[in-house]
C-alpha cells in the first residue's frame, strides 16, 4: 500500500501536482486502481476531489471536476463536471454536469448529461437530458429523453423519443415512439408507429393506426378510440359502384377511416379496401361538412392492381340524433394495370402511362354518397 501511494504521489510530484498543493485543498487528486488501491487509500470514500483516474474502480465522498473508470465510478454524494467510466457511474445525490458510461448511469437527480449504451435511471429530477440503447428512467424531466427501447417519467417538462415506446403521466412537449406512446395528460403531442394511449390531449396525437383517449381534437390513425369524440358505420357507394361498409372514429376535428367491401362493376377485382383521414370543416345540430382523403384498392388477389386516392368534400345531413346521410363530389387519382382498372371509368380529366411498366395514371371527378349510423 506504501509502495502504491509513494508511487502515486511521485507522479503527481512529476505533474507539477506536489502534495502541499493537495492539502492545501479540501479537494483532492485521487489516482488508482481500485478501492483501497489509491492514492487516498481506505479514506477515499470521506474525501472530495477534483480531478480522479482509476484503471478499474474508484470511490469518492464527492466529485467537483473529472473523473475516469476503466469500469465503474461510486459517488457517495454529488458529483459535477465530467463523469466518465466504461461499465458504471453511481451518484448518489445530485450528479451536475455530465455522465459517459459504456452500460449504465445511476443518480439521485441530474442537471446536464446521461449517456449510456444501456440505461439512464434518476431516482428524482432531471434536467437536461438522457440517452441510452436502451432505457431511461426519471421521476421528473425537464429536457429530454432519448431511449433506443423505451422512457419513462412521471411528469414530463420536454420530449421523449423511443424506439418502442414512452411512459409518463403527464407530458409538455413531445412523445416519439416507433411503437408505443402512453400518458395521462398530454399538453403537447403524441407520435408512435401504432399506438397512442392518453386522457386528456391538448395538442395531436398521430398513430400508424390507433389512437385511445378520453379528449382527444386532433387525433390522426386508423382508428381513434376517443371517449368524448364520436364514432359512427357508414355504408357508402362511389361512382364505380364500389360499396363499403366503413367505421369512422374521431374526435371534435378529425377522424380516420377504414373500412372493407364489394365492387359490383367488376367480375375479378372485387373485394374492396379503404383507409383515410377526415376532418369536420363546418357543423350544425342537423348539418355539416366534411373533407375526406381515401386510400383504397380493388383486389382478386392473384395478378393485377388497382390504387385509388380521393379528395372529397361531403355535405351531411342529420335524419335524427344518430343517423346522417352524406354525398358530395370526389377528385379521384388512379393507378393500375389492370384491363378491369383502365376500363372501370370512361372519362378521364387526365390520364398518361408510366414510364415503368403497363401502368396508368388518371385523374378524374367522381362522387361518393352512403348513410352512417353515429354511437
Known amino acids: 500500500m506504501n509502495i502504491l501511494r509513494n508511487t502515486l504521489h511521485a507522479i503527481l510530484f512529476a505533474s507539477g501536482l506536489t502534495a502541499s498543493a493537495q ?37 469518492s465522498a464527492a466529485e467537483n471536476g473529472a473523473s475516469f473508470s476503466g469500469i465503474s465510478t461510486i459517488v457517495r454524494g454529488n458529483a459535477s463536471g465530467l463523469q466518465v467510466a466504461g461499465f458504471f457511474n453511481h451518484i448518489k445525490h445530485q450528479a451536475s454536469g455530465a455522465q459517459f458510461a459504456g452500460v449504465l448511469n445511476t443518480y439521485g437527480s441530474g442537471d446536464g448529461f446521461a449517456i449510456a449504451g444501456f440505461g439512464n435511471i434518476a431516482a428524482g429530477q432531471v434536467k437536461g437530458a438522457q440517452i441510452s440503447g436502451f432505457a431511461n428512467l426519471a421521476k421528473d424531466v425537464e429536457g429530454i429523453q432519448i431511449g433506443g427501447f423505451m422512457n419513462k417519467a412521471a411528469n414530463l417538462a420536454g420530449s421523449q423519443f423511443a424506439g418502442f415506446t414512452n411512459i409518463a403521466k403527464s407530458v409538455g412537449a413531445t412523445q416519439v415512439a416507433g411503437f408505443m406512446n402512453t400518458a395521462k395528460d398530454v399538453k403537447g403531442s403524441q407520435i408512435a408507429g401504432f399506438i397512442n394511449i392518453a386522457k386528456k390531449v391538448k395538442g395531436a396525437q398521430i398513430a400508424g393506426f390507433i389512437n385511445v383517449a378520453d379528449s382527444s381534437d386532433f387525433p390522426i390513425g386508423i382508428i381513434n378510440l376517443v371517449k368524448n369524440g364520436e364514432k359512427s358505420i357508414a355504408l357508402t357507394t362511389d361512382e364505380n359502384l364500389t360499396t363499403l ?56 388477389f392473384k395478378k393485377g392492381d388497382y390504387f385509388k386516392s380521393s379528395l372529397r368534400i361531403l355535405p351531411a345531413f342529420k335524419i335524427s340524433p344518430n343517423i346522417e346521410i352524406f354525398a358530395g363530389p370526389a377528385l379521384n387519382f388512379i393507378n393500375t394495370d389492370s384491363y378491369e382498372g383502365r376500363t372501370l371509368t370512361k372519362k378521364y380529366i387526365k390520364s398518361w402511362e408510366s414510364k415503368w411498366g403497363n401502368n396508368l395514371n388518371a385523374l378524374y371527378l367522381g362522387y361518393t354518397g352512403g348513410i352512417q349510423f353515429i354511437f
Do not use: C, W
Request: no cysteine; proline share 2%; glycine share 12%.
Open 245 to 300: 361498409a366503413t367505421f369512422r372514429s374521431g374526435g371534435k376535428k378529425l377522424y380516420g377511416i377504414i373500412g372493407i367491401g364489394y365492387n359490383f362493376e367488376n367480375t375479378e377485382a372485387v373485394y374492396a379496401f379503404e383507409v383515410g383521414l377526415g376532418a369536420h370543416l363546418f357543423q350544425s345540430n342537423s348539418f355539416r361538412v366534411n373533407a375526406e382523403l381515401a386510400a383504397g384498392s380493388l383486389e382478386n
Open 23 to 59: 492539502h492545501s485543498s479540501n479537494e483532492k487528486i485521487h489516482l488508482g486502481l481500485v478501492y483501497p488501491l489509491s492514492s487516498n487509500g481506505t479514506h477515499a470514500p470521506l474525501d472530495t476531489n477534483k480531478f480522479s483516474l482509476h484503471l478499474i474502480a474508484g470511490v
